[in-house]
């Protein structure tokens, strides 16, 4: 029993570095997005919204089209006296049918109804284009916050494991100063420097820690991953950067692109179409109708007989309101004041799109140029990391002289990584803001 037990312990301490490290779940950012299109329940819901107007769509367009019912039915008559009709030297007797049977087949076909059905099916349709597009447009804006957490995640991450380093650093100078201090070398306000910079170092350490924790959550939210789950941005960020034409080259393609202008260009016309439909109430409504009948008795058929018989028939009916308490008056009216709505916000739409892309473009631009001033801070911090090193170590430099350039350059390190995750975030949402994007 005892061996046994043993063996058990043995072998789950074998399997615990795997598993514990199984806890760790990298991501790229191709995954992280598609994890996110997938599991989005706001980007399903927007596509049943796509998939519900599709339906009703075809339902308004199956009003065009000739509708047929059947209907069948029996009947059981209470028992009634017999009609005689007396004749000089006969009587003609007419039975008494106690069981009816009936089946009967009608067809309606829709030929002029002042183009209300007809409106009504590009209405549908205008609506179903304007939530496929909403669709498109919940689905880019999903891309873009997915790619903001996840860089948020990898800059998190990285300020972590430029903090670890940092306080490795300022333990190691610390031992130095103090070594230096039993040999008379420096004094107790160098180590007291060193300790505050380790401080703070550790402190920094301790909020890097919390954010990266954060960001996982808000990342897994996102994505549909279990919030406990220890998630890692895999993606790598580099100093290359892309060029994009003119903003009035952007603004013309996001008019043109834009899954939201394109959804309110559908909703205008959909609004035209509806002031067409209103002013059909005006107009007369002509139907075709025809009906084929098969019953026993039939009671088209005199005198009746208890067989089964056919019969059928073809019209047309004319329908014309001629005084609606001006019904239609106002429902065109208020068809109008649905149109001036739709451009209105049509044209404050293209506003915004005008606005947008216009920051957009400009942060990016922006975003690039921050890179060049990181990197050459970057480099200068780490020259001069490199020289206050040797001189420290040949005893040239003070203690001070090297915490300072150790703390300048974790700062360009920071500043390096706040550059690029700005610069990925940035032309994410100038992708989004020009209608691009995946």
């Not at 609506?127 to 990898?154: G, H, P």
């Not at 903003?247 to 509806?274: F, H, W």
């Amino acid at each position: 029993m005892i061996r046994d037990r043993i063996i058990s312990i043995a072998v789950f301490a074998a399997f615990l570095p795997c598993a514990l490290g199984a806890q760790t779940r990298p991501l790229t950012l191709e995954e992280t997005i598609g994890m996110g299109l997938e599991n989005s329940r706001q980007l399903h819901s927007s596509a049943m919204r796509s998939d519900y107007a599709g339906a009703k769509a075809s339902e308004a367009s199956a009003a065009l089209y000739p509708a047929v019912k059947v209907q069948a039915g029996y009947t059981r008559l209470s028992e009634v006296p017999q009609l005689v009709i007396p004749i000089p030297g006969m009587a003609v007797t007419f039975p008494v049918i106690l069981n009816n049977y009936s089946a009967k087949a009608t067809l309606t076909q829709p030929l002029f109804t002042g183009w209300k059905l007809q409106s009504a099916a590009d209405i549908a349709s205008y609506s179903a284009q304007a939530a496929q597009t909403d669709l498109a447009k919940d689905r880019s804006e999903l891309i873009y916050s997915v790619t903001s957490a996840y860089w948020n995640l990898y800059r998190a991450r990285e300020v972590k494991r430029l903090s670890d380093e940092s306080v490795k650093q300022f333990e190691h100078h610390s031992d130095d100063v103090r070594n230096m201090m039993k040999q008379g070398v420096a004094v107790s306000n160098d180590v007291l420097k060193v300790n505050v910079q380790l401080a703070n170092a550790r402190l920094v350490q301790s909020d890097a820690e919390n954010n990266v924790r954060l960001a996982q959550i808000s990342l897994n939210s996102m994505i549909g991953l279990p919030l406990e789950t220890d998630t890692d941005a895999s993606s790598k960020l580099t100093s290359a950067t892309q060029t994009y034409p003119d903003v009035a080259t952007l603004i013309a393609n996001a008019m043109r692109e834009r899954p939201d202008v394109k959804s309110t260009d559908y909703r205008v016309q959909a609004a035209e179409t509806g002031v067409r439909a209103a002013k059909g109430g005006w107009l007369p409504q002509l139907m075709l109708t025809g009906s084929y009948t098969y019953a026993r008795p039939n009671q088209r058929i005199f005198p009746a007989l208890d067989k089964f018989k056919d019969t059928w028939d073809v019209g047309v009916s004319l329908q014309f309101d001629l005084w609606n308490n001006l019904t239609t008056l106002y429902q065109t009216d208020a068809a109008h004041a649905q149109l001036e709505q739709a451009r209105d916000a049509k044209g404050i739409l293209k506003d915004g799109v005008v606005l947008e892309v216009t920051q957009s473009w400009l942060s990016f631009e922006q975003a690039k140029k921050r890179i060049q001033l990181a990197q050459l801070q970057l480099d200068q911090s780490a020259e001069n990391l490199r020289m206050n090193q040797e001189r420290f170590a040949h005893g040239y430099a003070v203690s001070s002289d090297l915490l300072d350039a150790e703390v300048a350059d974790l700062q360009s390190k920071l500043q390096m990584t706040q550059a690029l995750v700005d610069y990925e975030v940035a032309k994410a949402r100038l992708d989004k803001s020009i209608g691009g994007g995946r």
